[in-house]
């Protein structure tokens, strides 16, 4: 499937148009409407397509972590990281392998429809043109599952296209990078067709200190594949087409581990910039994700399988409405209604005898959500106000969890999950005041919701000796938050922004430790000496209060940027789960920073990223610590003719240990070591 993949991406060629600039009533973008003026009233960041170029990885997840306070469950990147961990947060919202943030690619949500995490290497960085960070949730106008706050991912337009884009880099362990696009552009529109390829021996995750025999090297090999074109099919009216497709491959460091996913998505949006502003879209998203699990003895002489995840398909769809009605100069306006609808189901082989599996498990169900939003921002002066609502339609069905005995074929476990259904009422009010010339205050409140996902709902885990069962009965999350900050611009080429904050999610979905092995679970069987058996449970709630502080300084060839946040989160809990009253939610880390200086001239380009994560815990009950990390990462770029520049990029220049996992045995896995990469990039 890779090889194809990549085959497609490097032999294919598709008619590319574009707007000419002197044609202004036909100028193509590929984007959305315009950006609303009442964001000004947010905690926005922006990361533009000359830091998405430029770092020292050259992978979305390492772009994203310039965003202080931007997580994953995990601290491993989507090399080595099982893809179930690599759900995205912000704000302290974490604890949960789901995302609590949406991420958006030209308007269309990007969690996996089973699970919710985030399929990174489906987006090379070659293809984005910008990404918009809004911390804060209750996203009226995108919808729910914006907790903690909203990512927006921009495909290149052809202001940055050029007819052919590519480079290609050798790095540590045997490791490939390739990323190249084509491009033509004509009157009227562009297309673009671009492919991705990456693969890697890989590192051993466990630390030396604890390894044993059945470790060894992690390989990843992964690619993807994407067609877009846009046109002009109207005066003021576009059509974009999108299509990806992406392949993954990992394996964890022992037999019994490698994990794949794949996935094709298509796109139609209708963009129309006249008078009355309007946009139709219609996605489509077919996933499937498998994974195989292993168990290791003590001494970590003997590894065996203990289940097999062979078939995950999962698909969604879902479509959008919106118009942007001439209202006034000063006033913007967007009403609207979207849909999106999931469904999936995992097909497990498990409970392992003398290297066979004896039972097989499906698991799975459906979702849906429908809302209607509006969204309004009024400019007054000085005042820039903001203020949408929406209210959703929501749908929980078809849940079931069937075991059945391989050797007869007779059930063994039968449950049919009643359907559910719901409405939920979200929001946000902001209001920006720009006091001087140099300083806008802003605040906003806000409520948002997210379902739960059909991984949550039904599908039982295990992880080493630990098993997790799944919650049929989970209630949909809800975060009430407030903000208050400024921005600062004393001068040209310098930005800063603060902004205190306070969030409280109710019903928080968290693995809640219920028991001790050895013996008998209900969910998931037999937990053996040293194992732990929890289940996923609604918290009363996450309270969480911090600060982020940003800061952008350009001064000719020379910039500098940082990123500080900090947060204190504590959860309330009662009944079952009433040990975890006042505790930290797991894998959230109460400080993370990013600094980044960086240098571009005419004879080269070169950065610096130092990166920080303070200490966090692994478990839910606080018992296990993951230790504080310090990462340099760096990039030098050469130009040597017109079109082609020689680079050179390390990660983790130091070779920090970065704690990713911890067992209840005292066994370390580590993020990425030391890498190096070397190559060439040609742009003609």
């Given amino acids: 499937m890779i090889r194809t993949l990549l085959a497609l991406a490097l032999t294919s060629a598709a008619p590319v148009m574009a707007a000419e600039a002197e044609d202004a009533l036909i100028t193509v973008t590929g984007k959305g409407l315009k950006d609303l003026p009442g964001d000004a009233a947010l905690s926005l960041v922006v990361i533009d397509r000359d830091r998405i170029l430029n770092t020292g990885s050259n992978r979305l997840e390492s772009v994203l972590a310039d965003i202080a306070g931007q997580q994953q469950f995990r601290r491993s990147d989507s090399r080595s990281a099982n893809a179930t961990s690599q759900g995205i947060t912000l704000r302290g919202l974490g604890g949960n392998a789901s995302s609590r943030a949406l991420l958006m690619l030209d308007g269309v949500p990007q969690a996996d429809p089973f699970g919710g995490w985030v399929a990174f290497p489906a987006y090379a960085t070659g293809r984005l043109d910008r990404i918009r960070v809004t911390r804060g949730g209750g996203s009226g106008y995108w919808g729910p599952g914006a907790l903690a706050g909203t990512i927006e991912l921009e495909s290149a337009g052809p202001a940055t296209l050029s007819p052919f884009v590519g480079s290609i880099a050798y790095g540590s362990r045997e490791s490939l990078d390739a990323q190249g696009s084509l491009a033509l552009k004509r009157d009227g529109g562009f297309a673009v067709v671009s492919g991705a390829y990456g693969r890697g021996d890989g590192f051993i995750p466990i630390v030396a200190r604890n390894r044993g025999p059945v470790d060894r090297a992690a390989p990843y090999e992964q690619a993807s594949a994407n067609l877009r074109a846009v046109v002009t099919i109207a005066p003021d009216t576009e059509a974009q087409v999108t299509a990806t497709a992406f392949a993954d491959s990992r394996e964890r460091g022992t037999a019994f581990s490698r994990n794949t996913s794949n996935g094709v998505d298509a796109a139609l949006r209708l963009v129309g910039r006249g008078n009355w502003g309007w946009q139709a879209l219609a996605y489509v998203q077919n996933r499937n994700f498998t994974s195989d699990f292993a168990a290791v003895n003590a001494t ?261 940027s940082a990123s500080w946040s900090h947060v204190d989160p504590g959860i309330r809990a009662s009944g079952p789960a009433a040990g975890l009253n006042g505790l930290a939610p797991a894998q959230t880390p109460r400080d993370q920073f990013s600094g980044t200086i960086d240098y571009s001239g005419r004879l080269f380009t070169a950065s610096a990223t130092l990166r920080h994560i303070a200490s966090q815990f692994e478990d839910d009950q606080n018992s296990r610590s993951l230790g504080a990390a310090t990462m340099v990462d760096a990039l030098l770029l050469v130009p040597v003719v017109q079109g082609v520049a020689l680079e050179a990029r390390a990660e983790n220049l130091f070779d920090a240990e970065v704690p990713a996992a911890l067992s209840g045995t005292g066994v370390v896995e580590r993020a990425l070591p030391r890498t190096f990469w070397v190559g060439a990039r040609l742009s003609f």
């Fill in 300 to 560: 970590r002489t003997t590894v065996t399988q203990s289940l097999a995840q062979f078939n995950t398909p999962a698909t969604g769809w879902g479509g959008r409405l919106e118009v942007a009605p001439p209202v006034g100069d000063a006033i913007t306006l967007r009403l609207g209604a979207d849909t999106r609808q999931l469904k999936g189901a995992t097909n497990e082989l498990f409970t392992y005898v003398n290297a066979a599996p004896t039972r097989q498990r499906e698991a799975g169900g459906a979702t849906s959500n429908s809302g209607l939003f509006a969204d309004a921002s009024v400019e007054a002066g000085i005042v820039t106000a903001s203020l949408s609502a929406r209210i959703d339609w929501w749908s929980i069905r078809d849940g079931r969890l069937l075991e059945t005995t391989i050797a007869t074929g007779a059930p063994f476990t039968t449950l049919i999950f009643a359907d559910r259904s719901g409405e939920e009422f979200t929001g946000r009010a902001g209001l920006a005041i720009k006091a001087a010339s140099w300083i806008t205050l802003r605040s906003a409140a806000y409520r948002g919701w997210r379902l739960p996902t059909l991984n949550e709902l039904y599908r039982p885990f295990r992880v080493g000796p630990d098993a997790t069962a799944a919650n049929a009965l989970l209630n949909p999350e809800r975060v009430t938050g407030v903000d208050a900050g400024f921005t600062l611009k004393p001068a040209k080429g310098i930005e800063i922004g603060v902004t205190g904050f306070w969030n409280r999610m109710d019903d928080t979905i968290a693995n809640v430790t219920l028991g001790s092995g050895p013996g008998n679970f209900a969910g998931v069987g037999f937990v053996a000496a040293g194992g732990f058996y929890r289940q996923r449970q609604n918290l009363d709630a996450l309270s969480v209060w911090g600060w982020e502080i940003d800061g952008r300084i350009r001064r000719g060839n020379f910039g500098l």
